[in-house]
């Protein structure tokens, strides 16, 4: 974080720690807090020039006299001077107001997805805002980001005179931390071109060579070394001991030594090579392979102990080849 301004007080023991809300009644600085005082542009360095959704941040929180306050994001969210204290990650941080999106009354009805700021006042036109995001295991509510703001002067210039200087140490990690904000950002830019949900199911696929559409589906479409290679995917439920299960498997890419392996020592057109891993010793799987048709001389083999043995082709029918295989491993498909 750029800077640890809030303090926090640990109050309970960490086997007892409870990550609940709970207000308690408003401090005196909350009390002398109004529409009217906070209402103008405050400004953090922190967040001068950072880029968030192709918006450019001008580092100001502008605050209105009708409850509302517009973010860095432009963002127009509603604030409630309300001050109280709440149980964050196991310690107790006290607060003198606290703001968020619209529809939420109470911090507590804010709980879930919503991010959620909490202001302290220092005195001197300056403040602290710390925001909140409710934990992935719905438990407690831990720190995103903690930033100090100074009130801007009449007129609107971004007037940093009443701010203390920045340190080496502090403006190193505030470009650091910049820099991670923009990479974050260029990732997932990058995932939504590319038809991924987030930046890390792109990097996920990336690191097992596989398109967006092959993630998704389980597939491969493309195999090394095969020219229009016939998709391979999962199609169907798998048959275990008999019984049709909710057990799946994965189809993964594999190296083009593995291509060269077969060629060499197996006859016919090569379809496609994939990795099969299942939860079972042995199973009945049905493999997606659009544009096979009922009928075709289809044949598999599996890479087991460094050679290529036959694998039973139980079916083959219009865009789907079922096979029995004993083990997971190196599947090839070939077609006489």
């Not at 409870?18 to 009644?25: E, R």
């Not at 005195?123 to 438990?139: I, P």
């Amino acid at each position: 974080m750029c800077r640890k301004l809030l303090k926090k007080a640990a109050l309970f023991a960490m086997a007892a720690a409870l990550c609940v809300g709970a207000f308690v009644p408003m401090t005196a600085k909350a009390a002398e807090v109004s529409a009217s005082f906070l209402a103008g542009d405050w400004y953090s360095r922190h967040f001068a020039g950072m880029e968030w959704n192709g918006h450019v941040s001008d580092g100001m929180l502008h605050f209105k006299d009708d409850g509302t306050y517009d973010d860095m994001w432009r963002d127009s969210k509603k604030y409630h001077l309300e001050g109280g204290s709440l149980n964050i990650e196991g310690d107790e941080v006290s607060f003198d107001f606290w703001g968020g999106w619209p529809g939420y009354d109470t911090i507590d009805s804010a709980k879930g997805n919503s991010n959620v700021q909490i202001f302290i006042l220092r005195g001197d036109n300056r403040m602290e805002y710390g925001n909140l995001v409710w934990s992935e295991n719905d438990s407690c509510w831990v720190w995103n980001d903690t930033t100090s703001w100074t009130r801007v002067t009449e007129g609107g210039s971004d007037d940093e005179s009443d701010e203390e200087e920045e340190t080496e140490e502090e403006a190193a990690e505030r470009k650091a931390l910049e820099e991670a904000h923009r990479e974050a950002v260029r990732l997932e830019k990058e995932a939504a071109e590319q038809g991924f949900e987030n930046a890390a199911q792109m990097q996920e696929a990336q690191s097992a060579g596989k398109s967006a559409a092959e993630y998704y589906n389980n597939a491969v479409v493309t195999t090394g070394g095969i020219e229009n290679a016939v998709p391979v995917a999962q199609g169907g439920q798998l048959i275990i001991d008999g019984e049709v299960t909710n057990a799946s498997a994965t189809v993964s890419k594999v190296s083009s030594v593995y291509v060269d392996s077969v060629r060499a020592a197996r006859e016919g057109r090569l379809l496609n090579v994939v990795d099969v891993r299942f939860p079972a010793h042995e199973a009945v799987v049905n493999f997606y392979m659009p544009g096979i048709e009922a009928g075709d001389t289809v044949t598999a083999v599996q890479f087991t102990d460094g050679t290529w043995t036959d694998v039973e082709v139980v079916e083959v029918r219009t865009d789907h080849v079922l096979l029995k295989l004993m083990r997971s491993g190196v599947v090839a498909f070939l077609e006489k």
